[in-house]
T-cell receptor, first 116, second 114 residues
């Protein structure tokens, strides 16, 4: 089945640090990738939609300058949390899908970000 | 905005029983629905999907039922096993200009007792 790899799985860093998270589709070309945020015991909240070769589309309330997304190839999207603060601590999850309509998204295993 | 919700936040069953997890959705434009299973510390894992032109779809030990009249979705797990313990999310896609975008329900915690 489709495999999505997310790296790193866990990050602990000081406040003010910028953190980059990578999302790779390993066995298919992902024309679209999505980035989600999940707080403990809550559901996934979509942050942004990333299309290869174009600017990401952010959901309402998500700061574009805070969460930088790059989707430079059909197998890689990155999320950079700039100048992270403790309130940015969360579980960040990416998903990827190919070009066919109404196909399930395949998710990475998430990145646990802890800002001290 | 419209959202997907769940009736039961927790469900406890005995091993071997059948489990039913429910989901209510409110966006009548949604035409594609997915059930995901999420284990602790991991990303959601695809279980089964269904399109709006169907009302039932079966997989291995799982069945998804869609009732568009009352905007209700359910996941049935047969002969539930301890390994099925996880959080289950339904998700909907409205299609059209929101191609691919999923709205997730709040989740149901399924606990299977041996």
């Amino acid at each position: 089945g489709a495999v999505v790899s997310q790296h790193p799985s866990r990050v602990i860093c000081k406040s003010g640090t910028s953190v980059k998270i990578e999302c790779r589709s390993l066995d298919f070309q992902a024309t679209t990738m999505f980035w989600y945020r999940q707080f403990p015991k809550q559901s996934l909240m979509l942050m942004a939609t990333s299309n290869e070769g174009s600017k990401a589309t952010y959901e309402q309330g998500v700061e574009k300058d805070k969460f930088l997304i790059n989707h430079a190839s059909l197998t890689l999207s990155t999320l950079t949390v700039t100048s992270a603060h403790p309130e940015d601590s969360s579980f960040y999850i990416c998903s990827a899908m190919g070009g066919a309509s109404n196909q399930p998204q395949h998710f990475g295993d998430g990145t646990r970000l802890s800002i001290l | 905005g419209e959202s997907v919700g769940l009736h039961l936040p927790t469900l406890s069953v005995q091993e071997g029983d059948n489990s039913i997890i429910n989901c209510a959705y409110s966006n009548s434009a949604s035409d594609y629905f997915i059930w995901y299973k999420q284990e602790s510390g991991k990303g959601p894992q695809f279980i089964i999907d269904i399109r709006s032109n169907m009302d039932k779809r079966q997989g291995q030990r799982v069945t998804v039922l869609l009732n568009k009249t009352v905007k209700h979705l359910s996941l049935q797990i047969a002969a539930t096993q301890p390994g099925d313990s996880a959080v289950y999310f339904c998700a909907e896609n409205a299609g059209g200009t929101s191609y691919g975008k999923l709205t997730f329900g709040q989740g149901t915690i399924l606990t299977v007792h041996p």
